[in-house]
């Protein structure tokens, strides 16, 4: 008898879906994870990690029910509908409202998180590991650039932000002129800055080194040359930076 087409698609695809599944579950099994910049960061890979747990048996099921399905009914020239199944539908109804529930209370935990809500991140105490208080630096936006004013240290900077190691930073973000975006993605920080008002933002760098901030919002024809470097030094060492910058003025 010549085989359908299906048949042959069936064939084809069945090997083809459990190699790229396979090569997904080594890939997640032997990845090792990076250590996060900030505690924002943390908190963000966290969330993520916590959603593939859920995801991946998910896809397996699917594929796994999908490679099933070819192979079982590949030759099924006659087609039937599934007869109705009250049990096996109030099953997927339900695990569907326990994983949506799963999903919606972690991302609640984190947009809850003070170094990720900027409300949060506003009326938050200093936190225990942080005995020196706070840093306090206004970030002022502008067409296109960036400044930085250190409260209480007489100290201000153009594009480059110095930030301790291992140590709470407040940032209070104001724009000159039309809407920005504060973004640091190596660690973490993303906070839109409107005129006219004052946002909140708070991170607590845990890695020594140097990253990039952007403008991550259309601001005018210089948008792509409005960026900054983002310095964590250990906290010897920002205070030496802080005299520094005074002698200098």
């Not at 099994?29 to 916590?50: C, G, K, V, W």
């Not at 002022?140 to 930073?169: C, H, K, M």
Request: with cysteine.
């Amino acid at each position: 008898m010549r085989r359908s087409r299906a048949s042959r698609i069936a064939e084809v695809a069945a090997p083809l879906a459990v190699a790229v599944v396979g090569v997904v579950v080594v890939a997640v099994l032997l990845s090792t994870p990076a250590a996060a910049q900030s505690a924002n960061r943390s908190a963000i890979d966290d969330l993520n990690e916590q959603l593939l747990y859920v995801a991946l048996p998910l896809v397996l099921f699917v594929e796994i029910t999908l490679v099933y399905a070819l192979y079982r009914f590949r030759n099924n020239d006659d087609p039937q509908p599934t007869t109705k199944d009250p049990a096996l539908e109030i099953t997927w109804t339900a695990a569907t409202g326990v994983i949506l529930l799963f999903v919606g209370l972690s991302a609640f935990f984190v947009l809850a998180n003070p170094y990720i809500s900027p409300a949060a991140a506003a009326g938050a105490p200093d936190a225990a590991s942080n005995p020196g208080g706070a840093v306090e630096i206004e970030v002022v936006a502008y067409q296109w650039g960036w400044e930085f004013r250190y409260q209480g240290e007489n100290v201000t900077s153009q594009s480059q932000l110095v930030l301790p190691n291992d140590r709470d930073v407040r940032f209070s973000l104001v724009t000159r002129d039309v809407i920005h975006s504060f973004y640091v993605p190596e660690l973490g920080l993303k906070q839109d800055i409107i005129p006219g008002q004052s946002t909140q933002a708070r991170t607590r760098a845990t890695e020594t080194g140097e990253y990039t901030l952007y403008c991550a919002e259309l601001c005018g024809v210089g948008h792509t040359r409005m960026h900054g470097t983002v310095t964590v030094l250990p906290q010897e060492e920002y205070d030496e930076w802080l005299d520094e910058q005074r002698a200098e003025n």
